[in-house]
T-cell receptor
């Protein structure tokens, strides 16, 4: 079944640790995105990619980095986690010129203690 | 000022009621309008996708766009407890690489 997968679903980690949030999609979408969502707040775009080896920063400044070495895979890395990074991180993908195919993963809820 | 405004609620209605959810926006460049439903601890799922002004119906859901007023609505008929979720409006501009701008979401509770 075509879908978008995020792991882990929940992560509690200590300050200063390096973490990587995984995102993979099986739909062959060329575009992928990372959003940050705090409880009760809107989604903010932090990174996006239009294809392999293409990555850009989104509207919301983030200390995280991303890579796009394979079409289906778009991991997000935090080199040194801080409590201010505590949030929900949502990965999405799409294809074509419009947003009608936009699909979100279930998210990773990150808590940095 | 935010580009997209949405009342956060919560909105509580009895089962079977008609629900009206709304967003206003300030940028006339938005051409594509979407409604997403997000259950707790889940990612948003697309409910309705519309282009330009007018109505679009899908089952119990009707999306309405009024570009002259910069106002979009989602109506839910015969609401069910399973409709209880946060509803997010989102918009994008023409040829903008699928960049979405989201409202803050409205939390809906449908009571049996």
């Amino acid at each position: 079944e075509a879908d978008i997968y995020q792991t882990p679903r929940y992560l509690v980690i200590g300050t200063g640790k390096k973490i990587t949030l995984e995102c993979s999609q099986t739909m062959g979408h060329d575009k992928m995105y990372w959003y940050q969502q705090d409880p009760g707040m809107e989604l903010h775009l932090i990174h996006y990619s239009y294809g392999v080896n293409s990555t850009e920063k989104g509207d919301l400044s983030s200390e995280s980095t991303v890579s796009r070495i394979r079409t289906e895979h778009f991991p997000l890395t935090l080199e040194s986690a801080r409590p201010s990074h505590t949030s929900q991180y949502l990965c999405a993908s799409s294809s074509g010129p419009t947003a009608s195919s936009y699909t979100f993963g279930s998210g990773t809820r990150l808590t940095v203690v | 000022q935010k580009e997209v405004e949405q009342d956060p609620g919560p909105l509580s209605v009895p089962e079977g009621a008609i629900v009206s959810l709304n967003c206003t926006y300030s940028n006339s460049a938005f051409q594509y309008f979407m409604w997403y439903r997000q259950y707790s601890r889940k990612g948003p799922e697309l409910l309705m996708y519309t282009y330009s002004s007018g109505n679009k119906e899908d089952g119990r859901f009707t999306a309405q766009v009024d570009k002259s007023s910069k106002y979009i609505s989602l109506f839910i008929r015969d609401s069910q407890p399973s409709d209880s979720a946060t509803y997010l409006c989102a918009m994008s501009k023409y040829n903008a690489g699928n960049m979405l701008t989201f409202g803050g979401g409205t939390r809906l509770m449908v009571k049996p």
